[in-house]
């Protein structure tokens, strides 16, 4: 039997090869256009069976078994004067505070000639530097303590002598009696970078060796009335209660003390800061050695540079701290610094920001030699000077028999400056804040040891110079305040 294809006609036998070629080009039309779809399945396939590169994470559970045994925890116990017996002193802006001001009910901590004291009682962290019973802490942690009790990690507790705190740098030395302790590694702060993975350890509300961990997030920072201090930033959770408990790197080294937080809430925020341990360090060793802390001083009043100011003066970038003020016969004044100078170094140590300067001169002793590079008149120049000494109305008693409560409106309690005092301000005129009780002046954010120049641009050189500035001025007063090397204005609302 023939093959049935042959019964085909001629048109039909046509129509079927146009057909085959047809399905044979669409075919191939359709291997081509699968082609890359294979092809990218395979360089798929590929990756998935290529071995995949694994992120290495840090593992702190050494530095929490070998450095945790160093951190203590620290419970203080004492008592704060209060004006009205039994009552405790509270924060004026606390939601007591609030209670009272919303129904008109005075405040029960305003002096109105009764005294009382209140138990308190408080908890920080902190760690040993030394095996023989060296502890570093918060100056705030110990801050009106008639008792302080030190706990180690293996439950022993000891009775803790204040060696010295230093309230500038918010640093405290204790000391217990014991021996062979386990003791910290010390680092280098200046080494940290920024982005570094760092480890806290401390107490935070009470749960001791609590262990947190995250990065550097920067350095050099300079906070509000503490011009001493460059801190550095972390993110490390930190809470009430980790305070003087220490701040390691990844090597297991102690690089900082954590001071404080940045909270609307009281609690953590994501922004904590730590005092490096070089400068906690050097503060350590004054006390042991002296019993006290001096710093240097230069007697300048001193400002940022910005792009516009940088143009002004002829300088290539904003950098370093432009001297608005020299103090007659100060350490800056001998060495021959001008009104409009640009600090751009300080000992080999560069100046970025005005910041920087008030830290490296308070951490040089008082007498000795420095190097300063200037930009003057758009050219570098170098000088050499030999730096002055800080002295600030809270660190000096003298005169302070002579108080009087001049600012009874404002809660303060004062003083006439000094000779020593009258050489450090401004005029030679002001009175010393020896005392600030809740009111007025302590919602505006005076404190103990500021120096009051002015009021509503008048100068005050006696108490009844202030007394009566403030009867003048009514429901409000402006008074031109000196805290250390700054002066600034503070508005204070009296009704």
Known sequence: MKPAISTLSTPKRLALVGALLAAFSGGYALRDQVRPIHAHAATVASAVEAPRAT????????????????????????????????????????????????????????????????????????????????????????????????????????????????????????????????????????????????????SPFGFENTVTAVIISAKSRTLPDEGYVPFMQTDVAINPGNSGGPLLNARGEVIGINSQIFSRSGGYQGLSFAIPIDVAMNIEKQLLADGKVTRGRLGVLIQDVNQELADSFGLDK??????????????????????????????????????????????????????????????????????????????????????????????????????????????????????????????AGIRTGDVILAANGERVASVDDLRSQVERAGNRVVLLVQRGERSFFVPIKIG
Do not use: C, Y
């Open 318 to 443: 904003p950098r370093g701290a432009l001297v608005g003020k020299v103090e007659p016969g100060s350490a800056a004044a001998k060495a021959g610094i001008q009104t409009g100078d640009i600090i751009l170094r300080f000992n080999d140590r560069e100046i970025t920001k005005s910041g920087d300067l008030p830290a490296l001169v308070g951490a040089t002793r008082p007498g000795s030699e420095a190097t300063l590079e200037l930009w003057r008149k758009g050219a570098s120049k170098t000088l050499r000077m030999t730096v002055g000494e800080m002295k600030t109305a809270a660190a000096d008693g003298h005169g302070g028999k002579d108080k009087a409560d001049g600012g009874g409106k404002l809660g303060l309690a004062l003083r006439p400056l000094n000779g020593e005092e009258k050489a450090a301000v401004d005029g030679g005129k002001g009175l010393a804040v020896e005392e600030v009780s809740d009111g007025p002046a302590a919602r």
């Open 55 to 202: 992120v290495q994470l840090p593992d702190f559970s050494e530095i929490a078994a070998s450095q945790g045994q160093a951190v203590v925890n620290i419970s203080v116990s004492g008592t704060v004067k209060t004006a009205a017996p039994g009552l405790p002193d509270f924060d004026a802006n606390s939601p007591f505070g609030e209670l009272f001001r919303r129904f008109g009910i005075p405040n029960p901590n305003i002096p109105h000639g009764r005294g009382g004291k209140m138990p308190t009682r408080g908890q920080g962290s902190g760690f040993i530097v030394d095996p023989n019973g060296t502890i570093l802490t918060n100056a705030h942690v110990i801050e009106n303590a008639d008792e302080v009790t030190v706990k180690l990690t293996d439950k022993r507790e000891f009775k803790a002598k204040v060696i010295g705190q230093d309230r500038q740098t918010d640093i405290a030395v204790l000391k217990i009696e014991a021996q062979n302790l386990p003791a910290v590694k010390i680092g280098n702060p200046d080494q940290a970078r920024v982005g570094e993975w760092v480890v806290a350890i401390g």
